[in-house]
DNA sequence: GTGCATGTTACGAG
DNA sequence: ACTCGTAACATGCA
């Protein structure tokens, strides 16, 4: 489910629990729950792909990882990895991992590099991509230290939008071209979000797994090794910078 | 049954 | 100590 612009969709269908008060909470996960009940929600926050639950004696950090499911007042047949349930209705997480931070949520993050945070920082990503010269751009993108909410969607489309070969050379890209990009990335990333808050689905890409790009170039899918992850671009669209 | 999917982390080798 | 590569995790759908 995750990716960003999903996970803050998810955090306003959750925001009618925010000050409610957890009734009991558990799952099979491995972080103790006891210290929950009882207490209050006092928010609901996001950080790239991390959905936080914020009390009093505690911050819960949420991670779908690839399969995982949230969902509200309804359960799937499986065990539930995480839940809170309150006096009316539940949030209930299938596959997910839930961890307590060891600081508060302030401490622990840094808004900066999120995506969908308005503290996001254009100058400052840029700063720290130039710290990954050595790196392919597609890799950087992936680094949610960078790029925090940036999934393989968000990746694949920003690149093509931007022109540049997702193999790029880091440091090779002139700067005027890491300005784009970063720039698509917020476009994409906001018409991600916005569609999911329109229509509830996401739908709209032009490379990713598409055959044909909207110029009707061909694209190219080519699976990275090291990731286990798909790209999809266009030779033609997109340049390689090395 | 097979393959694939919006992701991260743990651990061993070098 | 750090960086790299691989395995591991867990579900649902075509």
New binding site residues.
């Given amino acids: 489910?995750?990716?960003g612009?999903?996970i803050l969709h998810l955090k306003n269908k959750m925001l009618p629990f925010k000050g409610k008060v957890v009734k009991a909470a558990g799952g099979y996960g491995k972080m103790p729950t006891a210290w929950i009940n009882g207490k209050k929600l006092q928010d609901i926050l996001t950080w790239?792909?991390h959905i936080l639950f914020v009390f009093a004696n505690g911050t819960v950090r949420v991670?779908?990882?690839?399969?995982g499911?949230v969902v509200i007042n309804e359960r799937?047949?499986?065990?539930r990895?995480f839940f809170l349930e309150f006096a009316t209705g539940e949030i209930n997480g299938?596959?997910v991992?839930a961890q307590k931070l060891e600081k508060t949520a302030k401490e622990t993050y840094d808004w900066r590099t999120d995506i969908l945070s308005p503290l996001f920082d254009k100058a400052h990503v840029k700063s720290l991509i130039k710290t990954k010269a050595?790196k392919t751009i597609d890799d950087v993108l992936?680094d949610?230290d960078v790029f925090s909410g940036?999934?393989?969607?968000i990746r694949n489309e920003s690149l093509f939008r931007a022109g540049i070969h997702p193999l790029s050379n880091t440091g090779k890209i002139p700067a005027a071209k890491i300005t784009k990009l970063v720039n698509e990335v917020l476009i994409y990333t906001k018409r991600f979000y916005d569609q999911l808050e329109k229509k509830g689905v996401?739908d709209d890409f032009q490379v990713?797994?598409q055959e044909y790009a909207p110029d009707g170039s061909e694209v190219t899918m080519k699976n990275l090794?090291?990731?286990?992850?798909?790209i999809y671009f266009s030779e033609h669209k997109q340049v390689l910078y090395k």
């Fill in positions: 489910m995750p990716e612009p999903s790239g792909k991670h779908l990882g690839l399969f499911e799937k047949k499986v065990n990895s299938y596959i991992r050595a992936m949610q940036v999934g393989n969607k996401h990713y797994k090794t090291k990731t286990k992850r798909k």
